[in-house]
């Protein structure tokens, strides 16, 4: 079973930075795709980056130039450094492992982000 544990979020005003981190265990971190994923209130919880351990990258339009997600295999972590953040970018962010072997989903408990003034 794999575990995912967020961390690294918070209150930033807009304008602002903040660097998530995700820590797996209990499964091969090479054989996943791992994201990120956020929910505001009110809303579906939509894709903001996702990263192959071969170092395939993707990103949602809204956070294309600003966001960076990226992975330590060695560590079984992935992280992303979000800058410039803005009010609409307050949401629950969640770490995502998406199984290739298997089809398997596996999330995190989400982290807060709250950009305000």
């Known amino acids: 079973q794999v575990q995912l544990v967020e961390s690294g979020g918070g209150l930033v005003q807009p304008g602002g930075f903040l660097r998530l981190s995700c820590a797996a265990s209990g499964g091969i971190f090479s054989n996943y795709v791992m994201g990120w994923y956020r929910q505001a209130p009110g809303k579906q919880r939509e894709s903001v980056a996702v990263m192959s351990s071969g170092g395939y990258m993707n990103y949602a339009d809204s956070v294309k130039g600003r966001f960076t997600i990226s992975r330590d295999n060695a560590k079984n972590t992935v992280y992303l450094q979000m800058t410039s953040l803005k009010v609409e970018d307050t949401a629950v962010y969640y770490c995502?492992?998406?199984?290739?072997?298997?089809?398997?989903?596996?999330w995190g408990q989400g982290t807060q982000v709250t950009v305000s003034s």
């Open positions: 995502n492992a998406h199984d290739l072997s298997s089809g398997g989903d596996y």
